[in-house]
C-alpha cells in the first residue's frame, strides 16, 4: 500500500490500495480528522452570474476552480483540505482541460479521490462541467 500523510496535514492519501492499481492523477483513498465541508457542484459563473468561457472547456474549469477555491475559503478550508472532487462533464474530451485547471491549485502528492461522470447536460445547455469537493478542516484549538 503506498500511502502519503504530512505532520502539517490532519488528512491521510493512499495512492495504491494492497491489490488495486495506483490511480493515474488522484488517490483512491484519503481520510483524515476535522470538520467535514461539502461544496455544491460549481460551474462557470463569475460573480455577475455570467457565464464565463462559453464553448471552451478549459476557461470554464479555470473559472469553476476559482468559485472552488472561494467556496473552500467561506469554509475556512483550501485546496490542501479536499478529499474528493466530482466532475461531471458533458463530454470525456473535457476531462484534459480539467485536469490542467486542477493541477493549477492543487499540488500531484495532495490530489484527492475523485470520481468523473459523463452527463448528457447540465442544467443551462452552455456549460461543460461541473466539479463538487469534500474537504476535511482540521478542529480549530481554542
Not at 467561506?74 to 490542467?100: C, M, N, Q, S
Not at 490530489?111 to 442544467?123: D, I, K, N, R, Y
Request: charged content about 20%.
Amino acid at each position: 500500500m503506498s500511502s502519503s500523510s504530512d505532520s502539517r496535514q490532519h488528512l491521510t492519501r493512499v495512492t495504491a490500495p494492497e491489490g488495486v492499481a495506483p490511480g493515474a492523477g488522484y488517490h483512491h483513498v484519503v481520510w483524515g480528522t476535522g470538520r467535514f465541508v461539502a461544496v455544491s457542484g460549481q460551474c462557470a459563473f463569475d460573480e455577475n452570474g455570467e457565464l464565463v468561457g462559453a464553448g471552451d472547456a478549459a476557461a470554464q474549469a479555470r473559472q469553476v476552480f476559482e468559485n472552488l477555491r472561494r467556496c473552500l475559503a467561506a469554509a475556512g478550508a483550501g485546496f490542501d483540505d479536499v478529499v474528493k472532487l466530482t466532475y461531471f462533464v458533458t463530454d470525456v474530451a473535457h476531462l484534459p482541460a480539467i485536469r490542467e485547471a486542477r493541477d493549477a491549485v492543487i499540488p500531484a502528492d495532495r490530489l484527492p479521490a475523485s470520481s468523473a461522470v459523463q452527463v448528457a447536460a447540465l442544467f443551462k445547455p452552455e456549460l461543460l462541467l461541473e466539479v463538487e469537493a469534500f474537504a476535511i478542516v482540521p478542529e480549530r484549538s481554542e
